[in-house]
């Protein structure tokens, strides 16, 4: 799929690995601008998109800032050596995003409707979270040393609270005065294989709904006045993309047959372009499909999230005592 059948549907590119993917697969060469790394797990691959002038920032439709993809297909069979071994890969990787002191006040943000399971992941990992602001002026000596000040806040969404999400978390960072915020968001992939299988982290901050078409206020340095670090996972795919990867095949199988041949030749892309979108049209083109176990698929990836996140901020929690965000 090329970027014109993303802006022919109004498709959002919420991971920056697959906005890098399809420019640079148009341009046919590098994306002057952008760097790219790339790291080899056991059980991962680790993607670092840094985009670093302004011209790649219009390229790629995304401010200039550090893009980290941990792809772990593995996450979706429920590989606990998996699972285990991408909690460790975020939490280094979140660890290199930010230079906090030991006593640094930090606020994580899970946004999210809790009540529609596909973007609940938010609220889940906040729920499955160490949070200590509250006990962080009375713990024990001992423990002041491994533990850093960590809040959490669950807003919900516009439609349930009539508030915009940054609104309320700007209210928020204003009472408690936080050195870093770390929101978790669900994204919409550009791919049904990365749905459950694949983490972003960012430190550019995030706008809440733009990967379903709702475009809300952004939650970035520029509006909350500290630095903000983006972490989502795909829990949806839009239907256009589905049927835009099915039409591909089956115009490669017709390719592929003589006397059918020069029917694909004959074919434009605005052509099925056109029939998608009369397919799609009762839902004006904004249909989103999630797999039927997302529900599992929430809680686990939650636990990872949350998991990586404690030991990240935490100096005190280590692998060793990961297993209790596993059960």
Known sequence: M????????????????????????????EIPGVIVDREKYENATVTIVKIVEENA??????????????????????????QREVAEVLAE????????????????????????????????????????????????????????????LAPGVLGITGIETAEIIKGVVEKIEPELIIVVDSLAAGSVERIASTIQIADTGISPGSGIGNRRSGINQETMGVPVIAIGIPTVVNAAVIAQVTVEHFLEKLQNTPVLNQIYKNLRPDFTHQVINDVLQPFAGNLTVTPKEIDALILSTSKIVAGGISMALHPAIDLEEYNMYLN
Request: net charge neutral.
């Open 2 to 29: 090329n970027l014109d059948f993303y802006k022919a549907f109004n498709i959002h590119i919420d991971l920056a690995v697959e906005a890098h993917e399809i420019i640079r697969g148009e341009a046919g060469r």
């Open 57 to 82: 920032e219009q390229l790629m439709g995304k401010p200039r800032g550090n893009y980290i993809t941990i792809e772990a297909p593995a996450l979706r069979d429920n590989n606990r050596e998996a």
């Open 93 to 152: 990787k979140l660890k290199s995003l930010f230079n906090l002191p030991e006593n640094a006040n930090i606020l994580l943000v899970g946004l999210g409707n809790w009540n529609a399971t596909p973007d609940s992941l938010g609220p889940k990992v906040i729920n499955q979270s160490m949070v200590t602001r509250h006990l962080y002026k009375y713990a024990p000596e001992e423990l002041q040393g491994g533990l850093r000040s960590v809040s959490a």
